[in-house]
C-alpha cells in the first residue's frame, strides 16, 4: 500500500500546539509553524483503526497493560534495533520527559550534578533544574560541519557529584545518529565513573537509510546494568496525544526504584487509548515507517538542494536522524535576537531558535521538516525572499 504524505491536513483550531495560537508563544499569527517535533501527517491507518475500535466499544476504565503490549514492544525493538528485551524491564511513562523527572527523583539526590551535551533537547535543562539537580554541560565539539562528542572534556568535568548523563540518541537537535564507537567510548567512562546513563532514543526509529541507530544498552551487559533506556511510539507514529511511553530499566535495583516513584503517584498505569495505539503501530506500522522514512529523506535532499541553489548563506548541517533539520545562519552576521525577529518579521516562519538548547545553538534554527513538500518549498520561497531582501551586509538592516 502506497500512504499519502503529500495530503494537507488542516490542523487548525484543534487547539494544537503547533499551529493554533501562535500568537502567544512567537507574538504573531500569520507565520508557517515549523517548530514543536510532532508531524503534520495522519498517524498510519492501522492506529486510526485500532483507536476507532476502542473508542466504539465505549467502556473506557481502568486497563492493566496485556501481555500483547509487552510482546508488541519487544518484537519492535527486536526486529527494527536488534535489541533482545525483558518483558520484565518494560516500564510505563505517559511520556519521556515525565520519565526523565521520574528518574532523575529516583535515583538521584537534590544537588547531584546530571550532564548533558548541548546544544540539546531544551527540556533536559528545565526537568533537571525543576527536581533541583545541577546541569552539567558537555557541548558538543562542531568541526567540518560535523557533530562530535568532546571525550577529553567530559573526562575533565567528572567528579564524585556527577551521578546522571542524559544523553540524547538520535541527537535532537543536531541529527546525528551515534556510531557503536562512540556510544562504546562514552559508556566506558559512565562505567568507569559509577554515572547512570539515561538514554533518550525517542527519535530511534526516525533514522535515514545510510545510518544504523545502536541503543546504547545492547552494546554490553556492563552497559544494560547502568542504563535506562527511554522511548516512545509518540514521534514515529505521531500519537503523543495517547500518552504512552516505555522505560527500559535492566537492573533489577533501578528498576525498583523507578517504579516506588511512579507507583507513589499512581501514574504506572497506561491508558487503553496508549495500549491499542501502541500496539497496533508496533504490529502493522512498519510498512508506513519506512514509507515515511523515504518520504522524509526527499524532504531533506530538497531542503539540501534548495538552500544551495537559492540561499547558499543558510548551511545544512547534514542530517542521519530525526524529522529536526539544523541549520548555520552565522553567514548572515545576525544576533540572537535579529535572527528570531528576521524570521519572524521577515521569513514568516516560526522555527525553534537554536539558542533555547543551549550552548553552542546560537545562529542556528531548528526547522521541522515532517510536513508535505509544498509547505516545505512555501517556507524556503518565503526564507529565499526575506535574505534577498537584506542589504549585502544582512545586520545593517537592524
Ligand atoms: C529528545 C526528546 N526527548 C523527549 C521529547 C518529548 O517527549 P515526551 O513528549 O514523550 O515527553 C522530545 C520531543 O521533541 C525529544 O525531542
Known amino acids: ?189 559512565c562505567l568507569k565513573n559509577n554515572i547512570l546513563i539515561v538514554s533518550d532514543e525517542i527519535h530511534f526509529d526516525l533514522v535515514y537509510n545510510a545510518y544504523k541507530h545502536v541503543p546504547i544498552a545492547s552494546i554490553s551487559e556492563a552497559l544494560a546494568k547502568q542504563t535506562i533506556t527511554c522511548f516512545s511510539p509518540s514521534k514515529t507514529f505521531n500519537i503523543w496525544g495517547v500518552q504512552t511511553s516505555v522505560a527500559i530499566i535492566p537492573n533489577h535495583d533501578l528498576r525498583e526504584r523507578y517504579n516506588r516513584e511512579i507507583n507513589s503517584m499512581a501514574i504506572g498505569w497506561a491508558t487503553p487509548f496508549g495500549i491499542a495505539a501502541l500496539e497496533s503501530a508496533y504490529r502493522f506500522g512498519e510498512e508506513w515507517l519506512d514509507q515515511l522514512i523515504e518520504y522524509l529523506e526527499g524532504n531533506v535532499e530538497f531542503v539540501e538542494s534548495y538552500l544551495n541553489t537559492h540561499i547558499p548563506q543558510i548551511k545544512l548541517v547534514d542530517p542521519e536522524g530525526t524529522y529536526l533539520l539544523w541549520l548555520d545562519f552565522r553567514e548572515l552576521g545576525f544576533s540572537m535576537e535579529e535572527l528570531d525577529q528576521f524570521m519572524l518579521q521577515k521569513a514568516r516562519l516560526a522555527l525553534n531558535e537554536g539558542h533555547i538548547f543551549g550552548q553552542g545553538g546560537e545562529g542556528f534554527m531548528r526547522m521541522n521538516i515532517a510536513c508535505p513538500r509544498t509547505m516545505l518549498e512555501k517556507a524556503l520561497l518565503q526564507l529565499e525572499h526575506a535574505v534577498k531582501q537584506l542589504s549585502p551586509t544582512g545586520k545593517s538592516e537592524y
Open 1 to 189: 500500500m502506497n500512504y499519502n504524505f503529500d495530503q494537507e491536513i488542516n490542523r487548525m483550531k484543534t487547539a494544537c500546539e503547533k499551529w493554533d495560537d501562535l500568537e502567544t508563544r512567537f507574538g504573531v499569527n500569520d507565520v508557517l509553524p515549523m517548530w514543536v517535533a510532532d508531524m503534520d501527517f495522519k498517524a498510519p491507518p492501522a492506529v486510526i483503526e485500532a483507536l476507532k475500535e476502542r473508542v466504539e466499544h465505549g467502556i473506557y476504565g481502568y486497563t492493566y497493560r496485556p501481555d500483547s503490549y509487552f510482546e508488541a514492544i519487544i518484537d519492535w525493538v527486536s526486529r527494527r534495533h536488534q535489541w533482545s528485551i525483558k518483558k520484565e524491564w518494560i516500564t510505563h511513562s505517559p511520556g519521556v520527559i515525565p520519565a526523565l523527572a521520574f528518574l532523575l527523583r529516583s535515583l538521584t539526590e537534590p544537588g547531584d550534578k546530571i550532564i548533558v551535551q548541548s546544544p540539546v533537547y531544551h527540556h533536559f535543562f528545565r526537568v533537571i533544574e525543576s527536581q533541583g539537580r545541577t546541569v552539567v554541560n558537555n557541548p558538543l565539539s562542531f568541526k567540518d560541519g560535523r557533530y562530535r562528542m568532546d571525550f577529553a572534556d567530559l573526562e575533565a568535568q567528572i567528579d564524585s557529584s556527577v551521578k546522571m548523563l542524559i544523553l540524547c540518541s538520535p541527537h535532537n537537535p543536531v541529527g546525528r545518529v551515534w556510531t557503536q564507537e562512540e556510544l562504546t567510548r562514552l559508556g566506558e567512562i
